[in-house]
C-alpha cells in the first residue's frame, strides 16, 4: 500500500510539471543548427603563480550542435549531433618565439592526421531531462580523443532548476549542486565526492603527506531555455603538508559561447535512440560519458638497467648524507614501478656491494607486485650471511607508504620457514605488527592475513618463556598499536623482568588517552609506588610518564608529588625535573599539578630542593605555519654516577595531526661494579648491559645490544675504538602520493610527491675507568629530497610543472659523566649545525615530434647551526666539565 501511495504521488508530480511545461534541462528546435566557439585550455604552475609565467596550452574550435531525434512524448529526451572544426592549438598565455613551444605548428603537425579527423568526426549525445544518458562515438578512436568530445558534451548537461544531484560526466559520477537566478545557472561540482576507475594512494601519515583543495564552477547563459553561453573553471591545487610553499596548481577551463543559428537538418524518425544511432552510423557505439583510462607512452626512455647506471653512484654510500642520495633513490622507485620483476632482478644482480642494500631499499619501497615478487626471489633468509641486506627489505616494510595485504602475507610466509638469523625473526615479527597497524589505518583490520598476524602477536607473549621472544612479540605488538594489546601490556607492566616492564610501559604511552582505563591506570600506580613489588628505577620513570600523560586525577597527582623525596636520590631529581618541565611546556597535565602544588605538604623546599643530575626536558625545534617540531630529553642517572637511561624524542605535528619523527634510547644497568660503587634499591642483582633502542617514523626498530654479561663488557671495554655503534641506516620514502585528475574538459593530470630520507643514526657508550669518565652519543645524520609533479599528458603534448627542496642536516646528542667525585659532573649537548635547504621549480612543454621547452628556477638559503637550550643547570655543570677537562 506504501509502494502505491509513493507511485502515485510521483506520478502526480511528473504529470503536474509536464502541464506547467517547464523544460528539465535545454531544449534544441528542430530544422536548426547551432554554430558555437568552443575553447578549452590547462595550465599548471606553482600554487601562487599567475596565468602569465604558467606552462599549458589552449585548444580552440568551431563547434555545430543540431537535433538528430526527439522522443514524441518528452520534449526533454532528445539526440543531439556535435561536430569541431577548425581546430587551433596555441600557448595559454603570449610567449616569445624562443619559449612557445607551438610557434609555427598547426593542430594538424601536432595531433597528427589520424587523431584530427578523430576530433573533427561528429559525436552524439542523449540528453533526457538535461542529463547525459549515454554518449556516441567510435571505439577505434584514440581515448585522448573521445575524452576531448566528452569534455565538450558535459557542457550540455545543465539542470534549469536549483537543486542537488548526483550527474555522470567526464569527470565520474559526482554530486553537484544547481543555483537557478534569471536567466544564469550556476553548476558547482563537490569533486571530493567523484566515483572514478582510476584510484591512486597516499601516504599514511598526515604530517608528512600531501593536502588537495579543488572546486569546479560553471556558470550558464540561458535564452529561451536554451544555452547562449557556459563558462566553466576547475583549479585543483596540491601542497606539502609540512612546507606547503611546496605546491603546484593545474587550472582547466572552458567556455562554449553561441554565435549564431540557422536552418538545419531535420530529425530522424526512429522509436529509440539505439535506433537511430544504428541507422546514422553502425559502427557509433555508447562508450560512455565518464573518460577512459590513457596509458602513457614514454618514446626513447631509458630501461631500469640505463636509470639504475645512470644514478647507481649517488647511491654509494660515502653519498648517503648528500642530497643527491635520496633524488637519486626517487628517480629510481619511478623507475622501477613501471619495471618487470626480471628488470628489477638484472638491477639488484648487477649492483655493486657497497650500493646493493640502497637498491634493496628502493625495491621495497616501489612496492609493486613485480617489486616485491623480486626481492622474495632474491632474498634467501636461511642464510645467516645476508642479514643486513635482509633487514634493510624488511625496515622499508615497515615504513611503507601505502602497504598491502600481499606485504603482510609475504612476510607472514617467511616467518613460517625457515630463518638463518634471530635478529632477523625479531625484526620480522616487529615489522608485522608496523604492518598490521597501518592495514587497520585504512580500514583492513579484518583482511584474513591481518587476522592471522593479529592472532600470532597477540597470543605470542604467553606462548614461550623465552626472554628474546617475549621482547620480540611485545614490540610487535607496541607497533600495532591494537587496542587489544592494552591488556596485555597492562599485564606485562607488573612483570618481575625489567625488560618487559618497560617495553609494556612505553608502549602504554603511545596510546591515546581515552583509551587508558581504570583498571590500566590502578596498575600503572602500582608500578610508580611499588604497592606490591620493588622495581627498577626506568620501570618507575616510564611509569610515571603514563600517570602524567593519560588526563591524570587531582588524587594520582598528589599522591605522584608526594612520593618524591622519598625516591632514590636520582629519582627524586628526575621527578622535580619533569613536573617542571610539564609546567614550563604548558603541557596538558599542567594545570592539574598547578591545582595540586597549591597544598604546601606537596609544595615545598625540602621536596624541590632534591639535587642531582637526572633530567627531563622539552623545548621547540623549529616553528612555522606548516608545522611545529618539538624535542625532548630524558635523563636518568644511577646513584653511582652511571647513566640508567637516556631519552631523546623528536616529535612532527600539522594540522592537529602528530607525527613521532625519532625516538632515541640509551639503556644501561649493572655497571657499579666497574666503579666499586652500590646499586640501587632493586637493582642489586641486574646483569651488566647496555643497548639502543630506535623508534622512527612511528615504527619501533629491533633494540641494538651494545654488550650483555661482565665478560661481554670487559672485552668491549678493552676493544672500544670510540666509534659509534649503527642502529639505522638506509634511505626511506616518507611522502608518497599518487593521484589521477580527471578534468571536466576531459584533460588527465597525473600528480605525484615523493619524499626521500637518507639517514644514519648511530650511538655509542664509553667508559674510561683511568679518567672516570663516561659519554654516550647519538648521531644524526640525513638529506631529505620532497618533490612534487603535475603532468598533462595528452600524447600529442606534454606540459608539466615540478617544485622540489631538498637539505642536508645533522642532529648530534652528547653525554658527558665525570664521576671521580660527588657530586659527579653531568653535560649534555645537543647540536644542529649550519645546513641549507634548496627550493627548484621547473615547468616544461614538449610535444610528440621531440620539440621541447623547460625553464627553471632555484633559491637557496642557510639555515644557522646552534646548540639546543636546555636548563639552567645543564650549562652550569657544562662549564665545569670542560674546565676539568681543559
Given amino acids: 500500500m506504501l509502494i502505491l501511495v509513493v507511485f502515485l504521488l510521483c506520478t502526480a508530480s511528473s504529470v503536474s510539471a509536464s502541464a506547467k511545461g517547464g523544460a528539465a534541462g535545454p531544449r534544441l528546435n528542430n530544422n536548426q543548427l547551432y554554430k558555437f566557439i568552443y575553447t578549452t585550455e590547462v595550465l599548471v604552475d606553482r600554487a601562487s603563480g599567475s596565468k602569465e609565467g604558467s606552462a599549458g596550452y589552449k585548444i580552440s574550435s568551431h563547434v555545430d550542435v ?36 607551438l610557434h609555427g605548428s598547426t593542430a594538424e603537425s601536432v595531433l597528427g592526421k589520424t587523431k584530427l579527423a578523430a576530433l573533427t568526426k561528429p559525436f552524439f549525445l542523449h540528453l533526457k531531462n538535461g542529463k547525459a544518458k549515454a554518449f556516441y562515438s567510435y571505439w577505434a578512436e584514440p581515448a585522448t580523443i573521445k575524452n576531448l568530445k566528452r569534455g565538450l558534451a558535459s557542457l550540455l548537461q545543465v539542470q534549469l532548476n536549483t537543486g542537488k544531484v548526483i550527474e555522470n560526466d567526464v569527470s565520474g559520477r559526482c554530486t553537484v549542486e544547481y543555483r537557478a537566478v534569471k536567466g544564469q545557472v550556476t553548476r558547482t561540482k563537490i569533486l571530493e565526492t567523484c566515483k572514478t576507475e582510476e584510484t591512486g594512494f597516499t601516504t599514511h601519515t598526515q604530517v608528512l603527506g600531501v593536502s588537495r583543495k579543488s572546486s569546479s564552477v560553471t556558470v550558464f547563459t540561458l535564452k529561451g531555455g536554451f544555452i547562449q553561453s557556459a563558462v566553466a573553471e576547475e583549479t585543483h591545487s596540491l601542497a606539502v603538508n609540512a612546507r606547503r610553499s611546496a605546491a603546484v596548481k593545474v587550472v582547466s577551463r572552458q567556455t562554449l559561447t553561441l554565435v549564431s543559428t540557422e536552418a538545419g537538418s531535420f530529425e530522424a524518425a526512429g522509436k529509440d535512440v539505439a535506433g537511430v544511432v544504428k541507422s546514422i552510423d553502425a559502427k557509433l557505439a555508447a562508450v560512455g560519458v565518464a573518460a577512459e583510462k590513457v596509458k602513457s607512452q614514454c618514446k626513447g626512455c631509458p630501461s631500469l638497467f640505463e636509470h639504475w647506471q645512470a644514478h647507481q653512484k649517488q647511491l654509494e654510500p660515502a653519498n648517503l648524507s648528500k642530497a643527491m642520495a635520496p633524488r637519486s633513490f ?54 645467516a650471511k645476508g642479514l643486513v641486506l635482509q633487514e634493510r627489505f624488511l625496515y622499508a616494510c615497515g615504513f611503507a607508504s601505502h602497504p598491502n595485504e600481499k606485504m603482510l602475507q609475504a612476510l ?20 608485522m605488527g608496523a604492518l598490521v597497524y597501518k592495514l587497520c589505518q585504512k580500514g583492513g583490520c579484518n583482511l584474513p592475513t591481518v587476522v592471522q598476524v593479529k592472532k600470532l602477536i597477540l597470543e605470542g607473549p604467553d606462548s614461550t618463556r623465552v626472554e628474546s621472544e617475549v621482547q620480540m612479540y611485545l614490540l610487535a605488538l607496541k607497533n600495532s598499536m591494537l587496542p587489544e594489546a592494552i591488556p596485555i601490556f597492562t599485564k606485562y607492566a607488573e612483570s618481575e623482568v625489567g625488560a618487559y616492564s618497560t617495553i609494556a610501559l612505553t ?24 604497592n606490591q613489588r620493588i622495581y627498577e628505577k626506568n620501570v618507575r620513570a616510564a611509569a610515571a610518564d603514563i600517570i602524567l600523560s593519560s588526563n591524570p586525577s587531582y588524587i594520582e597527582v598528589k599522591n605522584l608529588l608526594l612520593s618524591i ?3 632514590p636520590h636520582e629519582m627524586n631529581k628526575y621527578m622535580v625535573s619533569k613536573i617542571q618541565d610539564i609546567l614550563r611546556f604548558e603541557m596538558p597535565a599542567s594545570k592539574i599539578i598547578q591545582r595540586a602544588l597549591k597544598d604546601m605538604n606537596t609544595h615545598n623546599y625540602d621536596r624541590f630542593a632534591k639535587t642531582g643530575s637526572s633530567s627531563a626536558f622539552s623545548g621547540f625545534m623549529a616553528q612555522s605555519a606548516d608545522v611545529t617540531s618539538t624535542y625532548s630529553l630524558d635523563i636518568l642517572y644511577s646513584g653511582s654516577g652511571i647513566l640508567r637511561r637516556s631519552n631523546m624524542n623528536i616529535y612532527g605535528a600539522s594540522n592537529g595531526a602528530v607525527l613521532h619523527g625519532l625516538q632515541v634510547a640509551i639503556e644501561a644497568q649493572g655497571l657499579e661494579s666497574l666503579i666499586a660503587a652500590t646499586p640501587d634499591e632493586g637493582e642489586e642483582d641486574l646483569e651488566s648491559f647496555a643497548g639502543m633502542s630506535a623508534l622512527l617514523f612511528d615504527v619501533q626498530l629491533r633494540p641494538v645490544t651494545f654488550f650483555k654479561g661482565y665478560s661481554d663488557l670487559m672485552s668491549k671495554m678493552f676493544s672500544m675504538t670510540g666509534e659509534p655503534m649503527n642502529v639505522v641506516k638506509g634511505l626511506i620514502l616518507l611522502t608518497d602520493h599518487s593521484e589521477v585528475i580527471q578534468l571536466q574538459s576531459g584533460l588527465k593530470a597525473s600528480a605525484e610527491f615523493q619524499g626521500g630520507l637518507a639517514i644514519d643514526i648511530s650511538g655509542g657508550m664509553e667508559i674510561s675507568l683511568w679518567y672516570r669518565e663516561s659519554k654516550t652519543s647519538i648521531n644524526n645524520r640525513g638529506a631529505l629530497v620532497v618533490t612534487g609533479n603535475v603532468t598533462v599528458d595528452m600524447d600529442f603534448m606534454r606540459v608539466g610543472v615540478e617544485v622540489s627542496f631538498e637539505t642536508e642536516a645533522s642532529l648530534d646528542f652528547i653525554t658527558t659523566v665525570q664521576f671521580s667525585e660527588y657530586p659527579f659532573l653531568v653535560c649534555m649537548q645537543m647540536d ?55
Fill in 66 to 101: 543540431n537535433l538528430v531525434w526527439r522522443d514524441p512524448s518528452s520534449k526533454d529526451d532528445q539526440l543531439i549531433q556535435l561536430a569541431i572544426s577548425n581546430v587551433k592549438l596555441e600557448p595559454v598565455s603570449h610567449q616569445p618565439e624562443k619559449k612557445d613551444v
Fill in 330 to 383: 626517487l628517480a629510481i622507485i619511478q623507475s622501477i614501478r613501471k619495471a618487470s620483476k626480471d628488470e628489477i632482478l638484472k638491477v639488484l644482480k648487477s649492483a655493486s656491494k657497497t650500493s646493493l642494500p640502497q637498491v634493496v631499499d628502493a625495491v621495497t619501497s616501489s612496492q609493486t607486485a613485480a617489486s616485491l615478487h623480486a626481492m622474495l626471489d632474491f632474498l634467501n633468509f636461511t642464510d
Fill in 412 to 431: 607472514l610466509d617467511i616467518s613460517k620457514g625457515k630463518i638463518g638469523s634471530t635478529d632477523i625473526k625479531e625484526s620480522l615479527v616487529i615489522i
Fill in 507 to 530: 608502549a602504554l604511552q603511545r596510546y591515546n588517552a581515552n583509551l587508558i582505563t581504570d583498571e590500566v591506570k590502578q596498575t600503572v600506580n602500582r608500578v610508580y609506588h611499588q
Fill in 565 to 567: 623525596g622519598n625516591l
Fill in 832 to 886: 644542529k649545525t649550519t645546513f641549507p635547504i634548496s627550493e627548484y621549480l621547473s615547468k616544461y612543454e614538449s610535444l610528440s615530434s621531440g620539440k621541447s621547452i623547460m625553464s627553471r628556477k632555484s633559491r637557496k638559503q642557510l639555515i644557522p647551526g646552534s646548540e639546543f637550550p636546555l636548563h639552567q643547570e645543564n650549562s652550569n655543570m657544562c662549564k665545569k666539565v670542560f674546565d676539568s677537562s681543559w
